[in-house]
């Protein structure tokens, strides 16, 4: 609609993804922890808009239509309202008719996306998987999104389906998966799963979630090398972190830390965090510089501030002056210091928190793939089976 | 109109209050740090009216309109460009208009802040001060405010004028200082600055911002139990601290922290610290229960529910389940097993900062009073004085 | 013996005391954890020797005999061998010979302690108690200590008749207690406690054990006050505190700990932590500075080196260079630039402890006086004792 | 002398060696820190011998001679008394004499060792080092060593030259580098380094120093599967660690981080971290586990209480119950409740001190090899060059 597509403009520059909508709206009071369905897009359609006008004031050159969860399974999961009231349908319609409006106040993108579905890890058949896929994606190209997302994804097998699905519409496709530098849950390198993402098609390759800037770009740099030793010179990279420090993290992410998801709080990223993600993610060739859960449009605010001097132009939002400077007109001394970078970089923010650890050591009750406690079942977890791993759990009392 | 008036609502149960707009705002891209001047309620009022929205949704029985730091002064300070496009009358109505509308969705309050002037430190006549906060009354008044509050006084000499001013109106008046259990700025003790502020007239007194729940609860016993020795028993409490943890602040609250403002992130209040707090608070006696800079809607929404037996309703948003109990649905068992209250009240969240303290030194550069690194001036901050600050306190390098 | 009597030191100037025998010789194999008793001055006194030979070569002035908990009920306790083999005749006589031997390669006193008694608790006569007291004191004065010490009490009750006891025999005498600024057990207040162990006749006052060097001189800073308002002007003030910080201990000091007692490792202070110990309690007045639990000889090497300038002379050993002045030589220019005061005073060592926090809360397990748990019987403990104690605290297993 | 030799020892069962003697005997006062010299095995051998027993009595089956930094250049460097009134000759052969005696009350072996020299560095010719390292060896021959030691260095090459001398005995040799799991300071990998020292002749390769037990065993695991890949089987491995923890050390270790020398309390292993290091030594099928600086007696206690049921018996004193038994008699339950392994297995030990990290970042001041601030010179450091150096990184004063 005579804005740049994606891929044009990652070969120009930077592409500034947006934030993490799920935790974000659960903050405001939109989405319930737990079921994380954006049934809010039909309900509070005024919140996810404003949501998303903040982050295109931030910087971000994609608003991603909220639509993470928004498949019928999940709508309809264990007596959730959302499933009753609203469609699938009219969930993603809706999500998409937001980022649209916003979109237009601005130069952004928008986009669909789709994430790992319940089905492949069932054993359900290739097409059956796909087809889900297919559903989702057939809204969003009814609803004029310029691009394809395909997210969180913890294997590359599935992945792979949900890009050939999605390169079937001739949009672009990026696809990000949750992993670690460990690679996925069916052991596949990292390396090997930028490739095999490369060669289903995908225009821009990544991670996204589950980890920190730093573990992100380590994984990047493993898919780096990979994509460039198999020719794949035009893939792009893409990175969207969570906005928690998680230097503690098992191979499975932050889920699996004693704080998720109520008490991550201390492990927040300052804005000045955010401006060394952003200028490593640049430095090592990553293009498609956005965020994932815990990413508030100031942080989103900060990528576009620090790559501000290869884009040429800063965030559009007027009410932020670079590396605190509007400190310099404190009364106090000590204070009107701060107003300058170097400050900043060097500062190693405490946490007021004398009870608490660096590191927490992630949960897995030293259970293997196999153990009856990790077993599913699709009816609602039972009285009698929560009572159990509260039994096991709980802490001792006199 | 219809609503019960606030001094019926505390002598009935809690009230609880919102929470920081200027620093919520500032990380929605709304205000600026520095400035902090709130002319967004003109340019950007959809902003401002979500987030009023938010906190109605979370429980707060009172929106505040965003009128701090909405002055003349304030406003046309130092080049500031609010000054120049919008005048105080204006800024202060637009808040007004927003939180009426807003309120009206539901069954809140609503009120106007006056706050602590630059004239009364200058040594103004105390005539020329009662003016100051007469401009902004005025205002309040004529737009259907439903009370007055006189908050974020660092001297009880200067929130006796406001609550003087204040009581003019015959509307409900409460008056928090910003002030720490050693008391104000000359010397009173908390107790005594709050039996000067019941004295003065006000119907509600407490403390807001500088220091944490902890902090702010200590204060409050020590103004319950002078207050109690007063006789002003029909004075009632309120606590509208920051969200962010200070047991390491000095006497002047969380400004002279090192990692104010711009990475105060690890100190943030975790929901289960808010039921903490909401808890203690109602059992020491404070029935106006709030918060201030730091605190984001879901903050707000602890305090609803954990005081939600008291009140006989939870808050109005449907989104939440407490004490973590969405979690009971989750693949993995030992996050189901978070899914219960002992678990969170128990967890010391780790930071995942290895390299940071749980402490820092607040600054004051070994300066006191009268030393000439203290002194002010009307113009702004010169280069030459920044660069003397920064020679001063900036880190060496090679 | 033509050495300066103690009196005469504190009002000439700073007399240092020795460290923690019990716990130093724990760690070098010689006092076994648990009974605690000193058979070992009989067992091994080439062993006890050394220790106080390092600890004169680091500046004590004064040799403390080792008979801590060498009394008849200790030594034969729990079937203790200590108890089969020696008797307490032979292990106090055996202490004495030791520091006389040691103390006359220098200018050191030698002193005999005694500590708190199971008697008293138990409700025995007060005759009863002072005849415990007797029969060690006896043992010292025939042989030739110069003073007397009555430490590590947790009632003024107790030590008042501990000192009667002590200055039957006309020399000085020694009280310190092992409280916090919270006061003793019966809930006599720091201060009430300096004044009695004053008024009952002691030379010295002060505190000993519990607590780090920072508690323990706010606690002397309570008793000064108190000792001066009372009029007890000649009566000297005496710190031996622990070499491990305890910020987080609660009233009853270190041993409600997590940690105690074989995990306080990250608690140690260093030799420079040392210096300002010993400043701060220089400046406040104290006269005989010395230490307690975790005071190894370099600590009291610190101490020395710290008041050397009001002392006129450092430490006999010369094995040190103060403030790291031997680190001028080092290859490495970083290295280097470590051999100076500043660097020292300022530097906050890392606990190399990512899983670690800075507090603990220490043990009560909420259980009050009067509970069935805190009865005390002659008997040892049972295995049903103590396999109920293990199943209310042990940690979960799955 | 009827004793069984190391080679049989490591083949039938663990050999525990002995500790940190220059770090011990700096903090008891014989030995200054900077030039680090022996000379007390002349001046103090009271001291020196009291050490060896503590160890001998803890469980080491292993005496060395202390002569560390025993070599002319070292002795005489900067004007150290040593030099001046002890030759090499009279201090090795003082540290033998020692050794001899204190093993004769066991059934200890003893050794002589030696460590990387100046020289090398310099670039002196192979024979002039080789000849250093003969001086030393000398002394150890003709004074009854059991088996010869060289440790500490960390450049293969240096120590291959060493080996080679020490084999031309054909007394066992043992040989360990101070290098962590990224190899030496010339590049060659951990286990490139351990396969020349095994094929210049050691019986036994490992590391010592600079690391803590966990980073130790990383690089021994490197170091096991490369000699295992060359054939080298028949080569004991050997792991002489920290008893600090250094999980933020870089390449160089220890000497590196800001606390190096004198504040690296905190980090301290407590008795049960040694526990653990044995345990994990022992499966990793290490035979000599000993330990280096930092280590005391009790340290290697643990390591004989850890090993007792593969070695078929504790250490000699019998001063220690395992695990914290001996708490099973306290007064309090919650004290008693610690007399178990589960609970010291699983604490995690506060540091008591807030305002410390858990992590430092080593100084290297991005200075690399070739710059000028690196060049050595023979003279002492000038008080220019001093000068210099504090100057670049003093704190900043106001
Ligand atoms: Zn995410
Ligand atoms: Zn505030
Ligand atoms: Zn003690
Ligand atoms: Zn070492």
Known sequence: ?????????????????????????????????????????????????????EFLRAGSDVLQALTFYASDDKLKNRGNEAGIKFTTQMVNKA???????????????????????????????????????RNQVEVFVA????????????????????IQVLKETKLPVMATMCIGPTGDLHGVSAGECAVRMGRAGADVVGVNCHFDPSTALETLRLMKTALVAAGLTKVHLASQP????????????????????????????????????????????????????????????????????????????????????????????????????EYWVNLQPASGRPFSAAYAKPDS????????????????TTKEEQAQVWHLSAPKTL
Request: net charge negative; glycine share 10%; aromatic share 10%.
């Open 242 to 341: 969570l906005a928690y420090h998680t230097p503690d993290a098992g191979p499975q992410g932050f889920i699996d830390l004693p704080e998720f998801p109520f008490a991550l709080e201390p492990r927040i990223l300052s804005r000045y965090d955010m401006h060394k993600y952003a200028r490593e993610a640049y430095d090592l060739g990553v293009r498609y510089i956005g965020g994932c859960c815990g990413f508030e449009p100031y942080h989103t605010r900060a990528i576009a501030e620090e790559l501000a001097d290869v884009r040429g132009r800063g965030p559009p939002g007027k009410k932020h002056l670079p590396w605190g400077a509007g400190l310099a007109m404190h009364t106090k001394p000590w204070v009107r210091a701060r107003a300058n970078k």
């Open 95 to 133: 999500a998409c008719d937001i980022v649209k409006e916003v979109a237009s106040e601005g130069d952004a993108l928008v986009a669909g996306g789709v994430s790992q579905t319940p089905s492949f890890l069932s054993g359900a058949q290739k097409d059956a998987v796909k087809q889900e896929f």
């Open 1 to 53: 609609m005579g804005k740049k597509d994606l891929i044009t403009r990652l070969n120009e520059g930077v592409v500034i993804g947006d934030g993490g909508f799920v935790f974000a709206l659960e903050k405001r009071g939109y989405i319930m922890a737990g079921p994380w369905t954006p049934e809010c897009n039909v309900e509070n359609p005024e919140a996810v808009k404003q949501l998303h006008r």
């Open 143 to 162: 609803n004029g999104m310029d691009f394809l997302i395909a997210e969180y994804f913890e294997h590359v097998a599935e992945i792979e389906l949900a």
């Open 365 to 380: 009750w030293g259970v293997t793939a196999g153990n009856e406690l990790l077993m599913q079942h699709a009816h609602e």
